[in-house]
């Protein structure tokens, strides 16, 4: 089992920054995709920013030249910081990780995507 901790929401005035991160733990051999999708009330899940384990990045693009997403590969860490906060970035902000399990002879077993429990971000005058 893989389990995804998230930290560093909170409430911001408009224009602010704030960083989150994304600790992944358990019986983990690799990680290809690391990243971030939120949701707001009455909205679906969208992608906000991924990145692969060679570095690809990939943002919605309401969140370019804003957010910038990086991660540790060797600690299974993940950290997006959010700047230049708007209203519409208010949501619940999700870490998703698709992650290669280790066997119990420690070579690569199956495949699953989980994910965190969530991080409020409100950004409110």
């Known amino acids: 089992q893989v389990q995804l901790v998230e930290s560093g929401g909170g409430l911001v005035q408009p224009g602010g920054s704030l960083r989150l991160s994304c600790a992944a733990s358990?019986?983990?051999?690799?990680?290809?995709?690391m990243g971030w999708y939120r949701q707001s009330p009455g909205k679906q899940r969208e992608l906000v920013a991924t990145?692969?384990?060679?570095?690809?990045?990939n943002y919605a693009d309401s969140v370019k030249g804003r957010f910038t997403i990086s991660r540790d590969n060797a600690k299974n860490v993940a950290s997006l910081r959010m700047n230049s906060l708007k209203p519409e970035d208010t949501a619940v902000y999700y870490c998703?990780?698709?992650?290669?399990?280790?066997?119990?002879?420690?070579?690569?077993?199956?495949?699953?995507?989980?994910w965190g429990q969530g991080t409020q971000v409100t950004v409110s005058s």
């Open positions: 998703y990780s698709d992650v290669t399990h280790m066997t119990v002879d420690f070579v690569p077993g199956y495949k699953s995507d989980y």
């Open positions: 358990g019986s983990i051999f690799s990680i290809n995709v």
């Open positions: 990145m692969t384990s060679s570095g690809t990045t």
